[in-house]
């Protein structure tokens, strides 16, 4: 059974819709990556965003599924470096939305669940499938590190979503890139080297 799961930002100015949604509509997983504590470290987040051993709960899914009803002016997009991924949040209260490619012709976003209903989130998008990118995680109290779940099944998954949704045109029903020109819906921000620098120093700090 699919439904639609509220989103939104923090203070409430960005809102949306997460519509027709179900577990088998997406993958929800933990990323430990690097670059994804490094998003929550720019958002001045991280406290909030990453769980103790620095991952991201977050939702792959197709951006045709995501509707934005209220401060789309306010969706900002930025790029830890020239090549990297486009990276989405909401810049009046600094609350992550989500990562997408670099290009339209690729339709996935991988939504931070951070930003979604609590209340209704489990039912909606079930239970996460596998912690990935561990190599970048904390290890705990006592030094261990952790250990890589699902990885191989989350790709597929992933995969199999990208293509279901390029069959659809899905690329063409994104709130993150133009309609007309599949250009990024608003000029993404690359940092500096400095301000890298600035965020990775406070990611390492331990």
């Known amino acids: 059974m699919s439904i639609d799961l509220p989103i939104g930002c923090s ?4 809102r949306g ?3 027709g949604i179900s577990p088998s509509r997406g993958n929800r997983v933990t990323c430990y990556c690097a670059d994804c504590q490094s998003f929550a ?4 987040r991280a406290g909030e965003i990453l769980d103790p051993r620095g991952g991201t709960d977050i939702f792959q899914t197709s951006p045709a599924r995501v509707e934005l009803t209220q401060g789309r002016e306010r969706l900002a997009c930025m790029r830890l470096t020239p090549k990297g991924l486009l990276r989405w949040y909401a810049d009046c209260c600094k ?3 989500g990562n997408t490619a670099i290009t339209r012709e690729i339709p996935f ?10 209340a209704r989130r489990e039912a909606a998008i079930g239970p996460v499938r596998g912690h990935v990118n561990v190599k970048a995680a904390r290890p705990d109290a006592e030094g261990r590190r952790l250990r890589a779940t699902g990885e191989l099944s989350s790709i597929a998954r992933f995969a199999r979503l990208v293509l279901l949704a390029r069959l659809r045109g899905d690329q063409r029903r ?24 600035e965020v990775v120093r406070r990611r390492d700090a331990r």
């Open 174 to 197: 994104s709130p993150f890139f133009d309609a007309r020109t599949g250009e990024p819906s608003t000029t993404p921000r690359v940092l500096s080297e400095a301000e890298l620098a």
């Open 95 to 97: 609350t992550p939305v």
């Open 17 to 19: 819709v997460l519509r």
């Open 109 to 118: 976003v991988g939504l931070i669940c951070f930003g979604f209903d609590a």
């Open 11 to 14: 203070c409430g100015t960005l």
């Open 41 to 44: 470290h720019f958002l001045g």
